[in-house]
Each structure stands twice: as structure tokens, then as C-alpha cells.
């Protein structure tokens, strides 16, 4: 059955009606399709624009249609134009001239960009738990590692020392503003476009605030026109999970590098990880990568999106029927790393003495150095250039700044005594900076520990 076929004298081209075809892929929102449905019609009710008794013998057939589908006693045809035909057709089917009642004062464009909007709530608190998940796995991971000194990195050379658990929480940061964006994108979804009609609403005298009532929505859409448009709330999702994206790549490239025998700082259990077909040897982070690799796909889901939309004039155009394919798969894919990613990171091995052994000979606590002769009353750019030629006799002579004897201190300035031993350590260089937000293991515990009290409240 076509919804549109009393203007046409003969049927659609086979192949036409297959590329036309959106079943493929929305009957996934048939769940959403029917919950629209029941509400529209109870709102039919309501109003008196169909009598209730039909609104009631509506509703009760369609709770049965969604109970067989759930069941498997009602298989969706895969013929049908979509979701929203296969649907109708079968309540019409099941109880003739009432069902065919249904559709009064609603369009598939309205109806459409309904079922995709409470599809897309739904999928939003799907990926908050993730994330939430995620998080508090790497807050403990976090506080655990809150004192394993590691060097931090400014142009992938070792800078300072920081600490495994530091570095952590940088990353759940990433995923608290990840979690955020989402949280906007659903708030501003929150928004029933049901009454819209086709693009200038309707002559019957319904409820939409009865309608939003009845799905959850927090309001109505106020332009008919924009109501059926607009798929802004596609595009801010598609970005908000690309940056997730993004920032599940950047660290998938750190766990890769972690890895490697030229860092050694973790190792990933054996359940996370794979071998190869010819090195006997290997142990390669294929979920790291495959995460790092899926990003881009998600770009390209937002820039369908974006492109689709970009030329097209008001109202709906079939253009838009695009729309879902993107969401669904940039949702789909961001859920199925998470799911790889989250217990990889969870059983994630840190060796803290690898970590130390970097940080010591990266001459990390250079700085610190330099600040000791400050102290002493050096002028800095003074205590700069002493520091960088004891770095270079280190260099040459294979020593370090922890192993270097104080006479050669005292050799490049007098200002050097015994304590300077105690201001260099890497320890205490970590646990010195202890102002908020630096790494001092108090510092990652507090924030771990907030950050983890937070979700608790959350739940």
C-alpha cells in the first residue's frame, strides 16, 4: 500500500520503489513510529476530531501489532516504502476503516521527524551511560596510578614530569565535555514536531501540548515549517559524538604508542589485543587502532549530514530522507567502541617503573632545576642557561641530572649546594606542583574522587 497512490493511474517502477525505499533502514524506529502513533490518536480522542471509542480500538491494536513485532510474530515486510506505511497498513489490515483514521491530521513529514527525534532521545541517554561508564573507569584507573611519575609530552618530547593518574584525568575531562555536548544536543531534540503536518500545520483543532505530554517532550516546535526542515538537532548530535570520537582517537594513539616496546608505560590484556599471522612475537592493540580508524567514518556521517542540508529550501525534501543512514551509523559506531574501549582501559597493566625510568632521563626536571638557582637568587635566564649546559654534559656523559656529582654542579655556579639533589627529584618536582589543576597526586585523588561523586549524583 502506498499512502500517496490516488494521484497515480499505475504502479511505481520496481527499481524506482526500491531506491525510494526507506524500510531498510527506519524500521528501527518502529518502536518510536507506534509510540507517535498511539499518542496522536489519543490525542485524536481527546480533541473529538475522531470519535473515542475509534481513538481507544486504535491505541489497543496498536500495543498488539507493537507486542507481535517484539515477539517475532509479525515479521516487518521488507517491501514496504517504510516504516510508517508498514505500520498503518497492518493496523488497517487488522481493523479496516479505523485504522485508516489514524493519519487525519498528520503528515509522514511531521511524522518522520517525530519518530527520528524520540529515536535519537532515546539513543542520547544510550550513549551518556557509556560515557558516564567510561569515565569512572578512568577516574579509578586515575586515582590508582595518582602517584606513577611518567614524563608529560609538548611536541612528543618529554617536557616535565607529571603522573599516570594526571594524565587520565586530562581524558576524562575530554569525555565530562563529550558527556555535556550530548546532554545540549537531547535538550534541544526535546521538541515535538507532531502537528506541523505537512508543512503548514492543520485545520483540526488538536492538542500538540497533549501530544508532547503523552511522548515526553519538554515542548512543542513553534513554525510548522522549520518543525518538518529542520534536522539541525542530526547535525549537532553528529558532531558532539565526532568530537567523542576525537577524543577517543587521540587516546588510542597513546595507548598504541604506550604499547610499544620503545615506551613499554602499559600493557593491554590479552583479551584486548591480537597477534599476527606470521610474527610469533606480536601483540598489536587492534582495538586502539580500530577506534582511531572509526573516527573517521563518524566525520564522514557529519558531513553527509551537513552537505545534505546545506542547499535545500523549506520545506521537507526527500533530500532529508539521507538523514538517517548518518545518524544512525555515527550512533552505532561511537556505541560499539565504547563498548571495545571502555573494558580495555579497565584492564589496562601501567608499569610505573618504565614510566619513572623515561621521566628521569628526559632531564624533565630541568625546570626545576632552574628554578632552584631562582630560589638561590639567580636571575632565570641566568639559571636557564647554566641548567641547559648541565644538560648537555648529561647528554654527552650518559648521566642524569639525579646522578650528576655536585662538584660538576658547583663547577657552573657556586649557587648550587647538596639540597639541589632533593629540589630535582622527580617526586618531589610532582608533588610541588600543587596548584589546582596540576598533577600532584592530592590533586588527581580530589579531582578522581569529585568527578566520581558526581556521577554517583548523576545515576
Avoid at 9 to 15: M, N, R, V
Avoid at 39 to 67: F, N
Avoid at 117 to 144: F, G, H, M, P, S
Wanted: net charge negative; glycine share 6%; hydrophobic share 40%.
Amino acid at each position: 500500500m502506498k499512502l500517496w497512490a490516488g494521484r497515480f493511474s499505475k504502479e511505481i517502477d520496481q527499481k524506482t520503489n526500491d531506491f525510494n525505499s526507506s524500510i531498510s533502514f527506519d524500521r528501527r524506529m518502529i518502536q518510536e513510529d507506534i509510540a507517535g502513533s498511539i499518542a496522536h490518536a489519543t490525542m485524536l480522542g481527546a480533541c473529538g476530531v475522531i470519535d473515542e471509542s475509534e481513538s481507544q480500538k486504535i491505541c489497543d491494536e496498536l500495543e498488539k501489532i507493537r507486542e507481535d513485532i517484539l515477539s517475532g510474530a509479525l515479521p516487518i515486510d521488507p517491501n514496504a516504502e517504510d516504516v510508517h506505511t508498514f505500520v498503518e497498513g497492518e493496523l488497517t489490515q487488522r481493523i479496516g476503516v479505523s485504522g485508516k483514521r489514524l493519519h487525519t491530521a498528520r503528515s509522514r513529514n511531521d511524522q518522520v521527524a517525530l519518530d527520528i527525534r524520540l529515536y535519537l532521545k532515546k539513543e542520547c541517554d544510550a550513549l551518556c551511560r557509556q560515557i558516564k561508564e567510561l569515565i569512572a573507569v578512568l577516574c579509578n584507573q586515575a586515582i590508582t596510578h595518582k602517584g606513577a611519575v611518567m614524563p608529560g609530552y609538548t611536541h612528543l618530547q618529554r617536557a616535565q614530569p607529571i603522573t599516570f593518574g594526571h594524565h587520565l584525568m586530562a581524558y576524562a575531562e575530554m569525555f565530562l565535555r563529550d558527556l555535556g555536548r550530548i546532554e545540549d544536543a537531547k535538550a534541544r531534540m526535546d521538541e515535538l514536531p507532531l502537528g506541523a503536518g505537512a508543512l503548514a500545520g492543520t485545520t483540526y483543532p488538536l492538542n500538540r501540548n497533549l501530544t508532547a505530554e503523552l511522548l515526553g517532550f519538554a515542548r512543542v516546535t513553534n513554525n510548522s515549517l522549520d518543525s518538518v526542515a529542520d534536522r539541525d538537532f542530526c547535525v549537532e548530535l553528529a558532531s558532539a559524538i565526532s568530537l567523542a570520537m576525537v577524543h577517543l582517537s587521540r587516546f588510542s594513539e597513546e595507548i598504541i604508542l604506550w604499547c610499544s616496546w620503545e615506551f613499554k608505560f602499559v600493557e593491554l590484556d590479552d583479551a584486548f589485543s591480537t597477534g599476527s599471522s606470521i610474527m610469533p612475537q606480536k601483540k598489536n592493540p587492534d582495538i586502539a587502532e580500530l577506534v582511531r580508524g572509526k573516527s573517521g567514518r563518524v566525520f564522514g556521517d557529519l558531513m553527509t549530514l551537513l552537505t545534505m542540508l546545506k542547499g535545500l529550501p523549506l520545506a521537507y525534501n526527500k533530500d532529508m530522507q539521507e538523514d538517517k543512514e548518518a545518524i544512525f551509523d555515527a550512533v552505532d559506531t561511537l556505541k560499539l567502541c565504547l563498548t571495545a574501549f571502555i573494558p580495555m582501559v579497565e584492564t589496562m597493566k601501567a608499569i610505573p617503573e618504565n614510566m619513572r625510568k623515561a621521566a628521569a632521563k628526559g632531564f624533565i626536571n630541568a625546570t626545576d632545576c632552574a628554578d632552584y638557582l631562582v630560589g638561590k637568587g639567580v636571575a632565570f635566564r641566568d639559571a636557564y642557561k647554566i641548567t641547559g649546559s648541565l644538560v648537555a654534559h648529561c647528554i654527552e656523559t650518559d648521566q642524569t641530572l639525579e646522578s650528576l656529582p655536585i662538584e660538576k654542579y658547583r663547577e657552573l655556579c657556586d649557587a648550587f649546594d647538596g639540597d639541589v639533589y632533593d629540589a630535582i627529584s622527580l617526586e618531589r618536582c610532582v608533588n610541588g606542583r600543587n596548584v589546582l589543576g596540576a598533577p600532584a597526586p592530592q590533586n588527581v585523588q580530589a579531582q578522581g574522587e569529585r568527578v566520581l561523586a558526581w556521577l554517583k549524583e548523576m545515576k
